[in-house]
Each structure stands twice: as structure tokens, then as C-alpha cells.
């Protein structure tokens, strides 16, 4: 499935996954049919899984924005985002690295490979409309691959990045240059929110599995949220200004607990205007 769907599309990355060669291939699947995009989303999901062995990720590799000295040692995530890098690097590199581990070892440009992700979804939403939601057979995550970490297998699950509250996906960004000491409270407090019986009321109307929250705070000016509702997931994109973090007489678990309930307020206010017309 891996070689019949998805190398001649990627032959657009020129062999390397970054802003640009993503917006190429963007753009490039949203040339396809939706069917085409999920049929490429499988794929890549199928080619990360692959190369989601324990020997793999024990190879020492750097990022060519590394420091100098011993390479540091991967992550979860950054393993996933190496694995993009090599699937980014074309077909013939590929099969190198999958039929032998220790041709990974060395030096990868992977900084900007997680970009390789969001094709699909983009382009699946600029031909539907519809927020992504398609969750694929085979997991691209780290560890999920049961073949290839047989030491992890006997002795539990792989680490894991924080899995995050049940029904309420909340992840922030941060602007260059912005500092934001309410970070950590405001996962603390999206955890405190999701589970009030109100929101969860609300979230259970919507026949969804998922509402995903995402602010990326700016010191510039706030824009208009984007608020897009899928088969399976609701996503609300934020651009906020710092400034509207300042709230007089909260303290700060309180300031953080009520920016999670205006970007949920924003959201339902928005479903229900969008329900009416």
C-alpha cells in the first residue's frame, strides 16, 4: 500500500519536509479527491509505522541543529518527527533505512519534519470544509508498533507524551519571543474545566469525540478564531494577544481557568450561530 499511494505524490518535498515543501505538497493533495487524501493519510501512517522499531530508535542521530558532542537522546516525539524526516527524504532512502536500522544513524535535518503531518489534514479540509478527524488504521505514534519494540513489550507500554484530558484536547503555541508564565496553568485548569458537568453536557450534544483547543498567544493583536466542526472532532484555532491574559483581581489559577472558558464559550457560541442559520 505504502509504495502504490504515496511516493509520487512526495517526489514535490524534493527530499526534505519543511514550510515550503509541505505548502507544496498541500497543495499538491488538494489536487485529489477526499478518498485520495484519506488513501494518503493511510499510507504514511503505514510507512511511520514501519519504521517504529526499538533498533531504530536507538540509533545515534543528530539534528543538524544540534550542538556538537554526543548526539542527545530521541523522544518520542522526536523520533516521529525523524521517522517524517526519512519518509520525506524519498522512496529509495526509505527502504535503506527500513531494511537497516543502523542506516539511520548520523546526521538528519528533522527540525521542521512534523510539518509532514499536517498535509493531509489541510488539504482535507480545504476540499471539504470539514475539520480533520480521520484517525488511521495504524498509528504513527511512538511505540505503537507491537513487532518492533519487543523489550518495551515485556516490560509495559513505551514512554509517552502526556495523553491530556478525556474529551478536550487543549495544546497552546507560543508566538517568537512571547514568554507565558500562566503555561502550566492553563493545562491544569483545561483538565479542572472538562471535567465540569456543564461542558460535559455540551460536549456530549455535539456527537463528537473530540473538542480540540488550540490559542497561540501573540504579544501583536487577537484575529477571528477559526472554528470548524468534522465527522469526529471539533477544532477551534485561536490567535491571542497576551494581553487579554491580564484580568484584574484573579489570581492566576483563576485567570486560567477563565481563558479555557471563553475559548470553550467562543467555540459553542460559534457551533450554535453556524446550527441556526
Request: aromatic fraction near 8%; proline fraction near 6%.
Amino acid at each position: 500500500m505504502v509504495e502504490a499511494t504515496i511516493w509520487h505524490q512526495l517526489r514535490v518535498l524534493d527530499g526534505k519536509a519543511d514550510e515550503d515543501s509541505v505548502d507544496r505538497l498541500v497543495a499538491e493533495l488538494g489536487k485529489q479527491r477526499e478518498a485520495d487524501i484519506l488513501a494518503f493519510s493511510e499510507a504514511l501512517a503505514e510507512a511511520l509505522w514501519k519504521l517504529d522499531t526499538e533498533q531504530h530508535f536507538n540509533q545515534p542521530v543528530r539534528d543538524i541543529d544540534d550542538p556538537e558532542g554526543e548526539p542527545l537522546p530521541l523522544s518520542s516525539d522526536t523520533f516521529l518527527y525523524l521517522r517524517c524526516a526519512v519518509i520525506a527524504a524519498g522512496r529509495e532512502r526509505y527502504d535503506q533505512v527500513l531494511a537497516d536500522p543502523s542506516a539511520l544513524a548520523g546526521e538528519w535535518d528533522f527540525s521542521e519534519a512534523e510539518l509532514l503531518l499536517e498535509a493531509a489534514p489541510q488539504a482535507y479540509e480545504a476540499v471539504t470544509g470539514l475539520a480533520w478527524d480521520h484517525e488511521t488504521e495504524l498509528s504513527p505514534e511512538t511505540g505503537s508498533n507491537p513487532n518492533g519494540w519487543p523489550t518495551v513489550q515485556q516490560q509495559g507500554p513505551a514512554p509517552s507524551d502526556d495523553d491530556g484530558p478525556s474529551w478536550l484536547s487543549f495544546s497552546l503555541g507560543l508566538d517568537e519571543g512571547v514568554s507565558l508564565p500562566l503555561e502550566e496553568l492553563l493545562d491544569e485548569a483545561a483538565e479542572r474545566v472538562q471535567a465540569d458537568p456543564e461542558w460535559r453536557t455540551w460536549y456530549d450534544s455535539l456527537g463528537v469525540e473530540e473538542v480540540e483547543i488550540f490559542p497561540l498567544y501573540t504579544t501583536g493583536q487577537s484575529e477571528p478564531p477559526k472554528i470548524r466542526k468534522g465527522r469526529r472532532r471539533v477544532a477551534a484555532e485561536f490567535t491571542r494577544s497576551t494581553s487579554e491574559l491580564r484580568r484584574p483581581g484573579l489570581t492566576d489559577s483563576e485567570n486560567a481557568e477563565t481563558e479555557i472558558r471563553e475559548l470553550l464559550q467562543t467555540t459553542r457560541d460559534a457551533l450554535e450561530a453556524r446550527e441556526s442559520r
